[in-house]
């Protein structure tokens, strides 16, 4: 009897055996790792709302080793997808991660401002998944392969999303090839430049012949210039503002210190530069970026006319900011320094013509110019607008800012991918990143743009210090769900993943 039970009950626990081994080889492969929330190397993510270069689809998105594999277009059922995990976010939209091309983390030597660890924080929050650094506000400022080497050994095992560098171009290495060749060697994505004080001692601002200069050498590199366009026309008027203590707390008076004309001069010199490296040769493929444009007036049409010829010299491209597109200067009470910014938040009119270039097509891209500060720089108290720091702190704000200040205008989730993800990584040289499409990196913002939310003391913010951003206080729709950056959950419902893991970019 016992023989007979055994020869019956064997065959059974064989066939149970194996198929326990086959259920464990099916299962998708889990990892060890503290970079993510979320433990597969292989998964999908699916959307009835997944924004593609072609349009915004229903599908799913496949995910293996941070790469993305896949993108299929169906009425996917559940447990119709080969293999992986799947992560449903129903109607959540997934769009390409945003790309900052304008930010500043202050690491090393102002950490007390900011930093990497922070900054990336907010930025993982707000669905922002690649971001650049400026080369000034930290110190020393990067202006040799020597101080990038600083700044990239400073971010290590802080950063929860990448971040490449800008080096800076400045009077002491403007006319020294072998040193700017350095800096671009050693992984700068472009260098950026003043053309008025930038408020750092370490970093002066460049006249005309500085900036031929760094053009002829980024043309054989073929990466950017980015340039700060603003001249002083009148700094004897700006001191006798200086000089009216009672007119120092007024936000009209701040704004007659940085007249619109400062950016037309500066864009007019910068054109006229562009033209004069076409001579010779020497500097094709030269391309400068103009950033965080506030002048919708006098300078947007120099831009406008530039692109409309067609580049005679280097090429053009422009950037501005959320905060010119959301607030105006009319709205702005006197005293409060949260709106302090260079160039200033001009007024109504010249929001609704930012706006109509952006979306016309004449405005290239969104950055966020994310400029903290310890807040006593901010002199909060005083409410001087002449002396405090100019800076707007927003960058785990700029998707919901863009989102809800652009419904007016009916704008869609694919020219928020356009601005915020296609066009930033073009012009930081990152060709696997910027669109949903097979063998780009799996980076990835989901959101939900119906969901409102009280920007106030008990929102989660991770910036180090939230009080002194202008946006406190407003009322925003479209609220970040979950961050992706090269496969990596690394965001979630407001919590972070274990450790930073992002990486370092460096132009190679």
Not at 37 to 61: C, E, F, N
Not at 316 to 324: D, G, L
Not at 367 to 374: A, E, G, R, T
């Amino acid at each position: 009897m016992d023989d007979v039970l055994r020869w019956r009950v064997l065959p059974m626990l064989v066939l149970l055996a194996s198929s326990l081994v086959l259920y464990v080889r099916i299962l998708p492969k889990k990892s060890i790792s503290e970079c993510s929330l979320l433990p597969y190397d292989h998964y999908w993510i699916t959307s009835k709302r997944i924004v593609t270069p072609q349009g915004v689809i229903k599908g799913a998105v496949e995910v293996r080793e941070g790469k993305i594999v896949s993108v299929v277009e169906s009425d996917y059922q559940k447990g119709s997808l080969p293999g992986g995990k799947v992560v449903d976010y129903g109607d959540a939209v997934i769009m390409p991660g945003l790309i900052d091309v304008h930010a500043h983390l202050d690491e090393p030597g102002r950490v007390e401002w900011e930093g990497f660890s922070s900054g990336t924080k907010a930025a993982a929050a707000g669905g922002v998944t690649t971001l650049v650094d400026m080369p000034l506000n930290s110190f020393p400022s990067t202006v040799s392969k020597e101080t990038l080497k600083m700044k990239v050994e400073a971010a290590q095992k802080k950063i929860y999303v990448d971040v490449g560098f800008w080096g800076g171009l400045v009077p002491d290495n403007a006319f020294n090839i072998s040193m700017l060749e350095g800096l671009l060697l050693a992984g700068a994505l472009g260098l950026k430049s003043f053309m008025c004080p930038s408020g750092i001692n370490d970093f002066p601002m460049t006249n005309s012949t500085h900036i031929k200069e760094g053009l002829y050498v980024l043309a054989k590199y073929h990466r950017p210039l980015l340039v700060h366009a603003e001249v002083v026309l009148d700094s004897k008027n700006n001191e006798g503002l200086l000089d009216d203590d009672s007119s120092c707390g007024s936000y009209s008076t701040y704004l007659k210190s940085r007249p619109p004309s400062w950016e037309e001069a500066a864009i007019k010199d910068l054109l006229a530069v562009a033209q004069d490296t076409k001579t010779g040769g020497r500097a094709e493929g030269a391309h400068v970026h103009i950033v965080h444009l506030s002048d919708a007036k006098a300078s947007l049409d120099l831009i406008k006319d530039e692109k409309r010829n067609g580049p005679n010299g280097a090429s053009i491209s422009v950037e501005t900011c959320p905060h010119y597109l959301a607030f105006a200067a009319e709205e702005i009470a006197d005293g409060d320094t949260r709106f302090k910014c260079a160039p200033p938040i001009r007024d109504v009119t010249n929001r609704q013509n930012l706006w109509d270039a952006l979306i016309d097509g004449h405005i290239d891209m969104l950055s966020s110019d994310h400029s903290p500060s310890v807040p006593e720089l901010k002199l909060f108290d005083e409410g001087d607008f002449l002396r405090a720091w100019g800076g707007i702190s927003s960058l785990q704000y700029v998707l919901p800012v863009t989102w809800t200040y652009g419904q007016k205008y009916g704008v869609s989730f694919s020219q928020i991918a356009t601005w915020w993800s296609e066009r930033p990584a073009k012009l930081a040289g990152q060709k696997y990143k910027g669109a949903i499409i097979s063998g780009n990196d799996a980076d990835f913002a989901v959101w939900e743009p119906e969901v409102e939310f009280e920007l106030d003391e008990n929102y989660k913010t991770f910036h180090k210090h939230p009080n002194i951003s202008p946006y406190i206080g407003r009322r925003l729709s479209g609220k970040v769900l979950a961050t992706f950056v090269r496969g990596n959950l690394v965001f979630s419902e407001g919590s972070h993943a274990p450790a930073a893991c992002g990486s370092p970019i460096l132009a190679k």
